[in-house]
C-alpha cells in the first residue's frame, strides 16, 4: 500500500504517492479493470468556505474512466486520505457528452485507417503509399448524424510525411476526411470530394538549410547577483507584497490560489477554464473542424519540460507537476511551470520643474508560467504579477498553423502561406474563470463606460466626458460584450469595504476587445461553445461550476455550463461570484506564419481601482544600490540598468 506524506494545506500540489493510492482504491473497488483506463484526473478542491475556514484537509481526486472496450464511461471521486470512493457516476453520452479522447485511443487511429478498404482506395486513387501518411485524429463535435448519437467518434484527416524528419503538416491529403468508430476501431464512412494535389512544398522549419546562416546576435545574460526576491515553498509563492498557492492539473493547466497583496485577498482562484479553436472553411470535409482543446483532449498533459536558456532567462525556480497517465501511473512533469522575475521598464518617474526633484523606478514582474504543445500548436501561459497590484495574463499562441491545399482559383475561407499550400481562418478563444475575493468573498461587478456629454447647457464648448457606471444585479444583466469606442471595463469590487476616499474598493478587469464567437447563432458550434459568445459572464460562486461549456465537451450537443447555470438568474450583487472572461484572437494567416508561426498574444489584465490610498509602489527603493542609478556613456548616450541604446526603458 502506497504511503502517504502529510499535506498540511487543501491546495497543496498532487504528490506521486497520492496518483498511486487513488489508483489502488480503484482497483480494490473493482473500477479500474483491465480495459478500462484514465480519460481525466485532477485534485477535486474542497468549497472555498472550508479552505477558507481551515477544514481538515481531506485530499479528494476526480478520476474519469473509460472502457475501451465497451465505450462506458464513469465519473469518480476517490479520497486519498481516507481511501474511499466517495462517488461513482456512471455517464449517460448522449446526455452528459463524452469522456476526453485519451492518448491510448491516438494510438489506434493510424491501424484502424489502414484496414479500411474505402480509406485505403482512396489513398491509392491520389498514388499515396500508406504507410507514408500520418494520421490526425479531430473530435467530431455534433451534428445531424443520428448514427453518432452515444458512440466516441473522431474525425481523421491524413497528411504525407515524406522522410522520417519531413514535418507531414506541409502535405495535407486534402478533400479526404474519415468518421472513426473509437470503441468499435472501425471507420462508418469515408467521405472524398475528389481528388486535390497535395502541396509539395517543405514545411522543415528545424532543418538548418532552410533556416539559413544564423544572424549575428550577441548574447544577452540575465543575471541576479544577490538570489531572486521571491521564495516557494510545498506551492506558496511569496515575493514582495505578493502572496499565492500554484496548482496544475491537466486540464487547465497552471491555475493560481488564494492571490493576495499586503495580507489583503483579491483572487481565490485564477485559471484558464476552457479554449475553443473554431475553423472557418465550410468545405464538406472540414465544416465540423473546431477543438475544445481544455474539455476534449486535457491539453497541459502535454506540458513541456521547460529549459533554462531556451524557454526560461535568469534566475529560474522550476515546479514539477504530477498527473496520471492512461492506466492510472504517476506521471511527473518535470519543469513545468517556471517562475522568475523580469525587468519591465519604468515603474513611475517624475523630474520637478519648482523642487527639482528627480525620481524614478523601475518596475519587474514576477513571471509564473508553462508551455504545453497540442497537436500543430503550441501555446504558452503566462501569469504575471507586478510591483503596483497589477494582475495580467498573456497566453502566447506559436507553432504550425492547420493546413489545408490551396486551389488555384483561391478560398475566401483561408490565405495562401507556400505555393498550392493554404492556411484556414480561424479563432482561438479562451475562457477566462476568475473566482474573485476582492477584500473578501462579498462582491459585485460595475460596467464602466466613458460617456460623451452632449454639447449645450453646461458643456458650451463640446469637450466634456464622463464616467458611466452600471452595477450588474442578476446572472441575466452579467453577460456583457466588450466596446473599445467606449472603453468599456468592468470594476470587481467590494460593496462592504471602502477606501480612504470613501470608494468602494475593486479591481478592474481590462479586455483586449477583440472578436468573441463569429460562428452563425444557429450553427453546432455556437451551441456548443456558448461561452465563447460574450466576453463577460459573472455567476454565483458553486464550487460544482468549474468549466464553462460544461464537465463533459467531447461529443456534447450544447448548452452545458455557462448557459444552463445563468438560466437560475441568480442574485450577483454583494454575492460570492465568480467572473468569466472571454479573450482571444481571430487569425487570418499570413505567409509569415509558415512554416513555423511567430508567437501571437492575447490576454486581459487586472489593475486595482480604489483598491489603495494611494501608489502601492512608493517603497520600491531605486534600481542601484546607495539610492542612485548609475550613469555610463556609450556612443554618446547615457544609459541605466535595463536601458536600450535609444536610452528608452525596456
Given at each position: 500500500?502506497?504511503?502517504?506524506?502529510?499535506?498540511?494545506?487543501?491546495?497543496?500540489?498532487?504528490?506521486?504517492?497520492?496518483?498511486?493510492?487513488?489508483?489502488?482504491?480503484?482497483?480494490?473497488?473493482?473500477?479500474?479493470?483491465?480495459?478500462?483506463?484514465?480519460?481525466?484526473?485532477?485534485?477535486?478542491?474542497?468549497?472555498?468556505?472550508?479552505?477558507?475556514?481551515?477544514?481538515?484537509?481531506?485530499?479528494?481526486?476526480?478520476?474519469?474512466?473509460?472502457?475501451?472496450?465497451?465505450?462506458?464511461?464513469?465519473?469518480?471521486?476517490?479520497?486519498?486520505?481516507?481511501?474511499?470512493?466517495?462517488?461513482?457516476?456512471?455517464?449517460?453520452?448522449?446526455?452528459?457528452?463524452?469522456?476526453?479522447?485519451?492518448?491510448?485511443?491516438?494510438?489506434?487511429?493510424?491501424?484502424?485507417?489502414?484496414?479500411?478498404?474505402?480509406?485505403?482506395?482512396?489513398?491509392?486513387?491520389?498514388?499515396?503509399?500508406?504507410?507514408?501518411?500520418?494520421?490526425?485524429?479531430?473530435?467530431?463535435?455534433?451534428?445531424?448524424?443520428?448514427?453518432?448519437?452515444?458512440?466516441?467518434?473522431?474525425?481523421?484527416?491524413?497528411?504525407?510525411?515524406?522522410?522520417?524528419?519531413?514535418?507531414?503538416?506541409?502535405?495535407?491529403?486534402?478533400?479526404?476526411?474519415?468518421?472513426?468508430?473509437?470503441?468499435?476501431?472501425?471507420?462508418?464512412?469515408?467521405?472524398?470530394?475528389?481528388?486535390?494535389?497535395?502541396?509539395?512544398?517543405?514545411?522543415?522549419?528545424?532543418?538548418?538549410?532552410?533556416?539559413?546562416?544564423?544572424?549575428?546576435?550577441?548574447?544577452?545574460?540575465?543575471?541576479?547577483?544577490?538570489?531572486?526576491?521571491?521564495?516557494?515553498?510545498?506551492?506558496?509563492?511569496?515575493?514582495?507584497?505578493?502572496?499565492?498557492?500554484?496548482?496544475?492539473?491537466?486540464?487547465?493547466?497552471?491555475?493560481?490560489?488564494?492571490?493576495?497583496?499586503?495580507?489583503?485577498?483579491?483572487?481565490?482562484?485564477?485559471?484558464?477554464?476552457?479554449?475553443?479553436?473554431?475553423?472557418?472553411?465550410?468545405?464538406?470535409?472540414?465544416?465540423?473542424?473546431?477543438?475544445?482543446?481544455?474539455?476534449?483532449?486535457?491539453?497541459?498533459?502535454?506540458?513541456?519540460?521547460?529549459?533554462?536558456?531556451?524557454?526560461?532567462?535568469?534566475?529560474?525556480?522550476?515546479?514539477?507537476?504530477?498527473?496520471?497517465?492512461?492506466?492510472?501511473?504517476?506521471?511527473?512533469?518535470?519543469?513545468?511551470?517556471?517562475?522568475?522575475?523580469?525587468?519591465?521598464?519604468?515603474?513611475?518617474?517624475?523630474?520637478?520643474?519648482?523642487?527639482?526633484?528627480?525620481?524614478?523606478?523601475?518596475?519587474?514582474?514576477?513571471?509564473?508560467?508553462?508551455?504545453?504543445?497540442?497537436?500543430?500548436?503550441?501555446?504558452?501561459?503566462?501569469?504575471?504579477?507586478?510591483?503596483?497590484?497589477?494582475?495580467?495574463?498573456?497566453?502566447?499562441?506559436?507553432?504550425?498553423?492547420?493546413?489545408?491545399?490551396y486551389p488555384e482559383g483561391g478560398n475566401e475561407y483561408a490565405t495562401e502561406v507556400a505555393p498550392g499550400l493554404g492556411a484556414p481562418y480561424h479563432q482561438h478563444l479562451f475562457s477566462a474563470r476568475l473566482d474573485m475575493t476582492v477584500d473578501g468573498t462579498r462582491n459585485a461587478v460595475d460596467e464602466v463606460e466613458a460617456e460623451r456629454v452632449p454639447m449645450g447647457e453646461g458643456n458650451p464648448y463640446g469637450n466634456a466626458f464622463r464616467q458611466r457606471r452600471t452595477r450588474l444585479?442578476?446572472?441575466?444583466?452579467?453577460?456583457?460584450?466588450?466596446?473599445?469606442?467606449?472603453?468599456?471595463?468592468?470594476?470587481?469590487?467590494?460593496?462592504?469595504?471602502?477606501?480612504?476616499?470613501?470608494?468602494?474598493?475593486?479591481?478592474?478587469?481590462?479586455?483586449?476587445?477583440?472578436?468573441?464567437?463569429?460562428?452563425?447563432?444557429?450553427?453546432?458550434?455556437?451551441?456548443?461553445?456558448?461561452?465563447?459568445?460574450?466576453?463577460?459572464?459573472?455567476?454565483?460562486?458553486?464550487?460544482?461550476?468549474?468549466?464553462?461549456?460544461?464537465?463533459?465537451?467531447?461529443?456534447?450537443?450544447?448548452?452545458?455550463?455557462?448557459?444552463?447555470?445563468?438560466?437560475?438568474?441568480?442574485?450577483?450583487?454583494?454575492?460570492?461570484?465568480?467572473?468569466?472572461?472571454?479573450?482571444?484572437?481571430?487569425?487570418?494567416?499570413?505567409?509569415?506564419?509558415?512554416?513555423?508561426?511567430?508567437?501571437?498574444?492575447?490576454?486581459?489584465?487586472?489593475?486595482?481601482?480604489?483598491?489603495?490610498?494611494?501608489?502601492?509602489?512608493?517603497?520600491?527603493?531605486?534600481?542601484?544600490?546607495?539610492?542612485?542609478?548609475?550613469?555610463?556613456?556609450?556612443?554618446?548616450?547615457?544609459?541605466?540598468?535595463?536601458?536600450?541604446?535609444?536610452?528608452?526603458?525596456?
Open positions: 500500500m502506497t504511503t502517504l506524506e502529510t499535506r498540511t494545506h487543501a491546495l497543496e500540489m498532487t504528490s506521486e504517492a497520492e496518483v498511486s493510492a487513488v489508483r489502488e482504491v480503484l482497483v480494490d473497488a473493482g473500477l479500474l479493470t483491465e480495459h478500462v483506463r484514465y480519460a481525466f484526473f485532477a485534485p477535486e478542491e474542497p468549497a472555498k468556505a472550508d479552505v477558507l475556514a481551515g477544514t481538515p484537509v481531506d485530499r479528494r481526486f476526480r478520476a474519469v474512466l473509460l472502457d475501451l472496450a465497451s465505450g462506458r464511461s464513469w465519473d469518480t471521486v476517490v479520497s486519498a486520505t481516507s481511501r474511499t470512493v466517495v462517488s461513482s457516476r456512471e455517464l449517460d453520452p448522449p446526455r452528459d457528452g463524452q469522456p476526453p479522447i485519451i492518448d491510448t485511443e491516438f494510438e489506434l487511429i493510424e491501424d484502424i485507417l489502414n484496414a479500411s478498404p474505402n480509406w485505403l482506395a482512396a489513398l491509392g486513387k491520389r498514388g499515396i503509399e500508406p504507410a507514408s501518411v500520418r494520421a490526425v485524429p479531430l473530435s467530431a463535435g455534433v451534428y445531424d448524424y443520428p448514427g453518432e448519437v452515444g458512440r466516441r467518434i473522431v474525425r481523421a484527416f491524413g497528411f504525407r510525411q515524406d522522410h522520417e524528419k519531413d514535418h507531414p503538416w506541409a502535405h495535407p491529403i486534402d478533400g479526404l476526411v474519415a468518421y472513426v468508430d473509437l470503441t468499435a476501431r472501425s471507420v462508418d464512412r469515408v467521405i472524398d470530394s475528389g481528388v486535390v494535389p497535395v502541396p509539395s512544398t517543405a514545411g522543415n522549419f528545424d532543418d538548418p538549410e532552410v533556416q539559413g546562416p544564423p544572424l549575428d546576435l550577441k548574447p544577452i545574460e540575465i543575471t541576479q547577483p544577490e538570489g531572486r526576491s521571491f521564495t516557494v515553498e510545498d506551492g506558496r509563492v511569496r515575493w514582495g507584497k505578493w502572496d499565492l498557492r500554484i496548482g496544475f492539473n491537466e486540464r487547465e493547466g497552471l491555475t493560481l490560489h488564494q492571490v493576495g497583496f499586503d495580507g489583503r485577498p483579491i483572487v481565490y482562484r485564477a485559471s484558464v477554464a476552457e479554449m475553443v479553436v473554431p475553423y472557418a472553411d465550410p468545405a464538406p470535409v472540414r465544416f465540423w473542424q473546431n477543438y475544445f482543446d481544455c474539455g476534449e483532449y486535457m491539453f497541459a498533459r502535454y506540458a513541456d519540460s521547460l529549459q533554462l536558456g531556451c524557454d526560461c532567462l535568469g534566475d529560474i525556480h522550476y515546479t514539477d507537476a504530477v498527473i496520471a497517465d492512461d492506466l492510472g501511473n504517476p506521471r511527473t512533469i518535470q519543469n513545468a511551470i517556471c517562475m522568475h522575475e523580469e525587468d519591465y521598464g519604468v515603474l513611475w518617474k517624475h523630474s520637478d520643474m519648482f523642487t527639482g526633484s528627480r525620481e524614478v523606478r523601475r518596475q519587474r514582474r514576477l513571471v509564473i508560467s508553462f508551455f504545453t504543445p497540442i497537436g500543430n500548436y503550441d501555446y504558452g501561459f503566462y501569469w504575471y504579477l507586478y510591483l503596483d497590484g497589477t494582475i495580467q495574463l498573456e497566453v502566447k499562441a506559436t507553432g504550425i498553423v492547420f493546413t489545408a491545399a444585479t442578476r446572472e441575466s444583466d452579467a453577460q456583457r460584450a466588450s466596446a473599445q469606442g467606449s472603453v468599456r471595463t468592468w470594476h470587481i469590487v467590494n460593496p462592504d469595504k471602502r477606501n480612504a476616499l470613501g470608494q468602494n474598493v475593486g479591481y478592474a478587469l481590462h479586455p483586449e476587445g477583440k472578436a468573441t464567437l463569429l460562428a452563425d447563432d444557429a450553427s453546432s458550434i455556437h451551441a456548443r461553445a456558448t461561452f465563447a459568445t460574450n466576453a463577460l459572464w459573472v455567476t454565483r460562486y458553486d464550487p460544482a461550476e468549474r468549466y464553462p461549456a460544461g464537465d463533459f465537451v467531447n461529443q456534447n450537443a450544447g448548452g452545458a455550463g455557462l448557459p444552463a447555470w445563468v438560466r437560475a438568474d441568480r442574485p450577483v450583487d454583494g454575492e460570492d461570484i465568480v467572473v468569466w472572461h472571454t479573450f482571444g484572437t481571430t487569425h487570418f494567416p499570413r505567409p509569415e506564419d509558415w512554416p513555423v508561426m511567430p508567437v501571437d498574444y492575447t490576454g486581459f489584465t487586472l489593475k486595482p481601482v480604489g483598491f489603495f490610498d494611494r501608489n502601492p509602489a512608493l517603497d520600491v527603493p531605486p534600481a542601484a544600490s546607495g539610492g542612485h542609478c548609475r550613469a555610463g556613456k556609450d556612443d554618446g548616450v547615457v544609459h541605466g540598468p535595463g536601458q536600450d541604446r535609444s536610452g528608452h526603458g525596456g
